[in-house]
């Protein structure tokens, strides 16, 4: 699986018997794991440095919960911590997954509000005025996310169709990390209650959202 999946972009490890990078692979505790050998050979396959390469092996992760945890802090280092908390909390929270625009909507209308303690109205009027998240930045988050629920066995769809972490080993991955922060599951559902009015207020009806509006968000 690695030898064939690094074959695709052009790369390969090297199998030297004084440079064995597939035996260094194969030594990790989780490498009789298909998921844990397809997400460590998409981080090999990123990973720039030809020369460190070797090193970079030895200090991944040895199992799967740990390496889906190496994972997201690369993916916050590459677009910021409370970004990628806010988006997968966003999509943990959600019923039915979420769109790139709901995803763009929720992004935009926390950077409206700058991070702060957000209720419903707030979220709601943040909503209808957002728009300063810049395209560019969104879209490299959003392949990367893409890229890595993809990977983690959300069904490949076609750009425009809804993100989601129902049946991934990310979900558990994502409560492991975020939802031990106090208050950040309330901000998201008030996030996307707040998405929800905003699209309807704009006559778009959308039938993802959440559990939010049950929830007594307020």
């Known amino acids: 699986m690695v030898r064939k999946d690094l074959a695709l972009y052009g790369k390969k490890l090297e ?3 004084f440079n064995n990078q597939m035996r260094l692979v194969l030594l990790k505790r989780g490498s009789k794991q298909p998921l844990y050998l397809m997400l460590l050979t998409q981080d090999l396959r990123l990973f720039a440095l030809y020369e460190k ?6 200090k991944l992760p040895v ?8 994972l997201l802090g690369c993916l916050e280092q590459d677009h910021g911590l409370e970004l990628v908390a806010i988006a997968l909390v966003s999509l943990w929270a959600s019923r039915d997954g979420l769109t790139e625009r709901d995803l763009y909507g929720i992004l935009a209308t926390w950077k409206e ?9 707030e979220a709601i009027h943040a909503g209808r005025r957002a728009g300063g998240y810049p395209m560019a930045p969104f879209f490299d988050f959003l392949r990367s996310l893409r ?10 769809e076609p750009p425009g169709s809804r993100l989601h972490l129902y049946g991934t080993p990310l979900r558990t991955a994502v409560e492991k990390r975020y939802l031990r922060k ?3 599951d309330r901000t998201a559902h008030v996030l996307l209650a707040g998405n929800l009015q905003v699209l309807l207020w704009n006559g778009m009806y959308v039938s ?10 307020s």
């Open 63 to 70: 199992s799967l919960p740990l390496l889906l945890q190496h």
């Open 208 to 217: 993802c959202i959440t559990p939010a509006l049950s929830c007594g968000v």
């Open 113 to 121: 509000l700058s991070g702060a303690d957000i209720d419903l109205e």
């Open 182 to 184: 106090p208050g950040l």
């Open 147 to 156: 890229g890595l629920l993809r990977a983690c066995g959300s069904p490949a």
């Open 53 to 58: 390469l070797s090193e970079r092996i030895q």
């Open 15 to 17: 199998e030297s018997p």
